[in-house]
């Protein structure tokens, strides 16, 4: 299934003959016994900003290292702009990093520090003093050449680590979760900047990052990983609305699991009666349609839930919890045959929601939901 | 009240100061301004002293006997650090990067010499680089020498026992300031297209020039001053500035000579050091 998803073109690619940026076949990475990354096989194509998104653990930021050349795999091969880099050091790979705490040199100065890939590069004197001063341009910190590390803010700093890695024109930019240390509104704005930089510049962005909206925002194409294996690799849209596995749609956003034995499979259609003993049908959107008395799992998007009577799956409720949220409201309610169950509601207008401990009736469609293999 | 909280100051901290203040403005300041009066003073043929004007104490440096044994002290100092900072410099960093689990116990392997007393340690080279010393015995042995050879009493067996008790004073600062350092800035130079030995040159070193600066200071100082070693492994051709001064003061009792280079030597010290912070703190390691 993995290998049939690395095939797949990107989404929104027009050209059918995009070349590859990074080749990932075979990759395995062990520190001793445990094993960072598993078998990874994965195409990265130019021009593409691609995300691995993972819980800490997962071996994306590890892979990220193979890449630029800070660890070795100890199987498999690695391929960036079309030749191999076994054994070659990171100062040879055609590859910069945005390192997670930015790691700018504190005894240069903006301008030395992000003219210090061009300087060993030799690059001439006039060269370097352009296009530091364009890349300072490009990341909004024309003015900032003479100040020292130690007089920047985290977002300046954050801005210094693109600029000395981007000025040097690299195949891959690699960034390990760059926005980490950010605060939320600055995050946000980053994301977008970042996202319309790379399409300005036009060079491949590997993305690593443990938060899943960050990676919906900005990637052309995720790939999520759980314990050094690739769970599902698509777009942002495919991974929300159709998860591979439980695993991801867990971790991408939140959902409602319900697990229990196939009762009916009729066609797409399958009722599933649950652990609780309540039933739910679903409609099965992936290419594995479970059999009758398999065990197996059906998921439904907290925003797919509402309030009412009308609806392929009503189940009276009891409301346990109600999170104020903004824009919308999140209700807890625990559902009659037992079990819990999230549903956000909108604060459109006038819109007014049960209160704690009502009596109400939910309601989701069989199109709604998922089947989920384990 | 306020000036006072902004200024930092308050009764406390006073209080926690008298005590350094008195000890120090005691038996620092006081006996220094003597000294400086003293150098300005006249011996008396019997060993006193006439406080007054007198520059000719300064003058009689200028004696070229005098003034060779000033060159010889700053040229071994400099030397000793020289050589402490080529020995400790891989030391410490050795420690901090491969030393791993190891890293505490190696630190206090470099403290162990200060377990006992200088003057114990200088004594005991004195036997072992002595004619019928350890050294001398082994040499014989692996038949590199036919008889006993002079290795006591030179100007290399000061440099030695110089820059053996001086190596944990340029290391310990050589390990504070790699201690500090994080290893990412090491990957980033990598990254940059930097080799090891340009990362190093361009990243590493230049951050730990505040542990170089510390260390150098801290070795070159008390050896421009030493009088223990070159007295006990030097001869005739090394005495140091630290001997000339004991000599005037101990032997030849012209306190207001010894006063005069005492001062002399601290002028030049501290004229050495500020230049030297000022050469290698300010010094633009990157720009070309």
């Known amino acids: 299934m993995e290998d049939r998803q690395t095939r797949e073109r990107p989404p929104g690619t027009r050209d059918a003959e995009r070349g590859v940026a990074v080749r990932l076949a075979g ?41 630029a050349g800070f660890e070795e795999p100890t199987e498999g091969e690695i391929s960036v702009a079309g030749e191999e880099v076994q054994g070659v050091p990171p100062y040879r790979r055609p590859v910069n990093t945005v390192f997670q705490s930015y790691a700018i040199f504190p005894h240069l100065n903006v301008f030395d520090n992000v003219a210090f890939g061009l300087r060993r590069a030799k690059v001439p004197r006039d060269e370097v003093a352009s296009r530091v001063t364009d890349a300072c341009e490009m990341v909004q910190l024309a003015g900032f050449e003479k100040r020292k590390p130690g007089m920047l803010s985290g977002g300046q700093q954050q801005r210094v680590a693109l600029a000395r890695a981007l000025v040097n024109r690299p195949k891959v930019l690699l960034l390990d979760e760059p926005l980490g240390a950010l605060d939320l509104k600055l995050r946000k704005e980053m994301q977008l900047e970042l996202k319309s930089l790379q399409e300005e510049v036009g060079i491949t962005f590997v993305y690593v990052t443990h938060d899943q909206e960050e990676a919906l925002t900005m990637s052309d194409r995720i790939a999520v990983m759980n314990e050094g294996k690739v769970q599902q690799l698509a777009g942002p849209t495919t991974l929300y609305e159709t998860p591979a596995n439980r695993f991801v749609a867990g971790f991408i956003g939140q959902t409602n699991v319900f697990s229990g034995t196939v009762e009916a499979a009729d066609g797409d259609r399958v009722t599933l009666r649950t652990r609780e003993g309540s039933r739910v049908e679903a409609v099965v959107r992936g290419e594995t349609v479970p059999k009758e008395s398999e065990e197996t799992h059906v998921a439904v998007r907290p925003e797919k839930v509402r309030f009412g009577e009308s609806g392929d799956n009503v189940c009276a409720a009891e409301v346990k919890q109600i999170v104020y949220l903004g824009a919308s409201t999140q209700y807890i309610v625990r559902l009659e045959g037992g079990g819990k169950l999230v549903l956000y509601q909108q604060n459109a207008f006038d819109a007014t929601g049960p209160s704690e401990g009502d009596g109400v009736s939910v309601a989701w469609d069989a199109q709604n939901c998922l089947v989920l293999e384990d | 009240m306020r000036e006072r909280v902004a200024k930092g100051w308050s009764a406390g901290l006073a209080a926690l100061l008298a005590p350094v203040t008195l000890w120090l403005g005691a038996f620092f300041l006081i006996p220094l301004l003597f000294i400086v009066a003293f150098s300005f003073g006249t011996s008396e043929v019997y060993g006193g002293i006439t406080l007054g004007f007198n520059p000719g104490n300064y003058l009689k440096v200028f004696d070229p006997l005098y003034l060779k044994i000033i060159v010889r002290s700053l040229g071994i100092a400099a030397l000793t650090t020289l050589i402490c900072f080529l020995l400790g410099y891989p030391l410490a960093y050795f420690i901090v990067f491969k030393g791993r689990r190891w890293r505490n116990a190696l630190v206090l392997l470099v403290m162990v010499p200060f377990w006992t007393s200088l003057l114990i340690r200088a004594y005991a080279w004195v036997v072992i680089l002595g004619g019928n010393g ?31 008790s001086y190596l944990p004073f340029m290391v310990l600062p050589l390990y504070a300031a790699l201690e500090k350092f994080d290893v990412r800035l090491k990957e980033a130079g990598k990254d940059l297209g930097a080799s090891r030995w340009q990362t190093f040159l361009r990243v590493t070193f230049p951050l730990s020039l505040p542990g170089v600066i510390a260390g150098s200071i801290l ?3 008390p050896s421009a001053g030493e009088f223990v070693i070159p007295d006990l492994l030097g001869g005739s051709q090394t005495v140091m500035t630290g001997n000339l001064i004991q000599n005037q003061f101990l032997q030849s009792r012209d306190w ?19 230049f030297y912070i000022r050469r290698v703190g300010t010094d633009k390691l990157e720009g070309v």
């Open chain 2, 256 to 274: 207001a000579f010894g006063s005069a280079l005492s001062v002399l030597l601290a002028v030049l010290l501290l004229g050495a050091i500020m």
């Open chain 2, 134 to 164: 350890i050294a001398n015995k082994t040499l014989q042995f692996l038949g590199i020498t036919d008889g006993p050879v002079n290795l006591i009493f030179t100007p290399e067996a000061v440099l030695m026992g110089m820059t053996y």
């Open chain 1, 27 to 67: 990759i395995t990475k062990r520190f001793g016994e445990f094993v960072a990354v598993d078998d990874l096989n994965l195409d990265i194509y130019e021009g593409e900003f691609f995300s691995l998104l993972g819980p800490s653990g997962c071996g994306k930021t590890t892979t990220l290292r193979m890449i």
């Open chain 2, 219 to 221: 070795v070159f100082i």
